[in-house]
């Protein structure tokens, strides 16, 4: 039987206090729509059907960003959550199998979960998902169960005090075959305390028509939604606090974990070190063996094996680390590939650049890669010394075992086993520095008397 999605991302999320769409803002660095498109991708589904309202062309850029096949259509009128599932009719047409309903402000909820809600749909006809709170909030409705089977979910505010006092609360996830979803929808009433069309009305109208609704549980932080910049905030959090202790349980050493950033996508792999407050953007992978110290910065990047990264160092999109590499203190790499065992240990910027095995760069370095208008490559041999404070003016090539002297200006290539100079000549003029000190200390009495 095959899968489809329906993911809900309309909500304009008014408690953001935000003019970006809900779904959009990142956790981990990621939007949460996406982390819910991950989720659901587990799957495998013929279709993915993402519902945006609030700024859809914005959430229909990202949905495309992370699969160029998912349909987005529009909810125009925010009428609750059973107007927003129909929304996705006509995406759907001629689909035979299993829609799950997920929303792009819930990002957690785990691939098995989601495979346990498929599993139950071969036994009844409607399955909800639902979890258990730690205590009575007002923010869920209450999933009424008679043993396996679920009679119905009853919205908090229209909820009896009974009622209300039941701890297995509904998540708003679902699976239920495409044709009777619509079938059901059609007859969702607002006739309730809001006006909408809630989704969860399907329940009873699937119960009074005999067929078989149920609930299976998960965990509640897999329904952790997201409402406000708070509720980020935890969320960011719950997602740190899982991704770090998924990395000790692989293997990685982290020297304090709760000061370290990680992204949604990060790899790192075992026996790499991870010293104190080291921040990972989208799109890293650090290979197992590798040291990346405090006050350090990756984002975009490949970390081989046996690479010492830092600290304070900067990686940024593009940063390719071969094995046994040496990237040192406020050193900050670009869209340059470093050859094994090369290092450049001190305050330099090395940019759109190529750097060649066992080649070492002097402090100060600089890959002048920009002209203002265009970006410029710089190639650098192996076995190469480049000198402290030398200035390499691209597009340039310094060939294997050349050697460039400290304070040069590199403006063209320089050929293999060739010693590159290029610096003004050094004139010293004798007392020169004590008269010069002299005029300006007395320019400094005269302007000082004179304020």
Partial sequence: MSTAL?????????????????VLHPIAQTPMLVHAMRAGASLSPARTVIVAGHGAEAVEKTAKAEDESAIVVRQTEQLGTAHAVAQAREALAGFDGDVIVLYGDTPFVEPDTLRRMIDARASHDLVMLGFDIAEVQPRYGRLI??????????????????????????????????????????????????GEYYLTEIVSLANARGLSATAIKCAESETLGVDSRADLAAADAEFQARARADLLDVGVTLMAPDTVYLAADTVIGRDTVIEPNVVFGPGVTVESGATIRAFSHLEGCHVSRGAIVGPYARLRPGSELAE???????????????????????????????????????????????????????????????????????????????????????????????????????????????KLFDMLKAKKARRDKGA
């Fill in 6 to 22: 329906v993911i809900l991302a309309a909500g304009k999320g008014t408690r953001m206090k935000s003019d970006l769409p809900k």
């Fill in 324 to 434: 046994n590499t040496r990237i040192g203190n406020f050193v900050e790499i670009k869209n340059a590939e470093i050859a094994e065992g090369a290092k450049v240990n001190h305050l330099s910027y090395i940019g759109d650049a190529s750097i060649g095995a066992a080649t070492n760069i002097g402090a100060g370095t600089i890959t002048c890669n920009y002209d203002g208008v265009m970006k410029h490559r710089t190639t650098i041999g192996e076995n190469v010394f480049v000198g402290s404070n030398t200035m390499l003016v691209a597009p340039v090539t310094v060939g294997d075992g050349a050697m460039t002297a400290t304070g040069t200006v590199v403006t063209r290539d320089v050929e293999p086993d060739a010693l590159a100079v290029a610096r003004a000549k050094q004139d010293n003029k004798p007392g020169y520095a004590r």
């Fill in 145 to 194: 169960m008679d043993g396996d089977r679920l009679v119905k979910i009853v919205e908090y505010k229209d909820a009896t005090e009974e009622q209300r006092a039941i701890r297995f609360t509904n998540s708003g996830l679902l699976a239920c075959d495409a044709a009777l979803l619509f079938e059901l929808i059609d007859q969702v009433s607002n006739e309730n305390a809001s």
